[in-house]
Each structure stands twice: as C-alpha cells, then as structure tokens.
Nanobody, 115 residues
Framework: QVQLVESGGGLVQAGGSLRLSCAASGIQFSINGANWYRQVPGNQREVVAAITGGGTTSYPDSVKGRFTISLDNAQNTVYLQMHSLKPEDTAVYFC?????????WGQGTQVTVSS
C-alpha cells in the first residue's frame, strides 16, 4: 500500500521560508520521481516542482529561483524548500507520485503567507 505523508506547512510572513517534507512508503521516489502541487480553493491544482528518480528538476516560472525540490533516497523523502514566499503562494500543498499510470497523493499541508 502506497502512503505519502507530508509535513512542514504553516504560517509565515512574506519574504520568509518554509520547508515541506513528504515521506513515502510502498513506493520508491528514486525510481518513480515526485512532484509538489498546490491548490487554492476554487482553482485547479498546479504543479510547482518536479523531480525525476535520477534527480532532474523542473519548475514553473512562478516559483523558479525561489523553490527547490530535492530527494533523500535513504529516507525515501522528498522536500520542497521555499524561499522569498509571497502571499500568492498561500495554498494547500500536495506531494504526488505515480507508478504504472496510477497516481498517489499526500493528504496536503496548508501554507499561509501573510503580507
């Protein structure tokens, strides 16, 4: 059974930093890669960072240079380091991975950036 457990969200002032963690069981990030998405109520989920099992990363322009995704293969954990946070980064952040066309999601963690 695949399980993704996120942690690290919270309230931060604009310009601050947060690090999100997502620990996996039943699936290997080093093989399947991982993504971070975020969602604001009423909007679709949008991807904010992606990493392949080999460590190649990609980001949309909205977060490039501020967010960094990384893998700890020994801990089977993916991180999202967020710097220079803006109020528009406020959302629920979800960890995601997939295997054999089946998607797996974490429960989500709230990030709130105050102005």
């Amino acid at each position: 059974q695949v399980q993704l457990v996120e942690s690290g969200g919270g309230l931060v002032q604009a310009g601050g930093s947060l690090r999100l963690s997502c620990a996996a069981s039943g699936i290997q990030f080093s093989i399947n890669g991982a993504n971070w998405y975020r969602q604001v109520p009423g909007n679709q989920r949008e991807v904010v960072a992606a990493i392949t099992g080999g460590g190649t990363t990609s980001y949309p322009d909205s977060v490039k240079g501020r967010f960094t995704i990384s893998l700890d293969n020994a801990q089977n954990t993916v991180y999202l380091q967020m710097h220079s946070l803006k109020p528009e980064d406020t959302a629920v952040y979800f960890c995601h991975t997939s295997r054999n066309w089946e998607a797996y999601w974490g429960q989500g963690t709230q990030v709130t950036v105050s102005s």
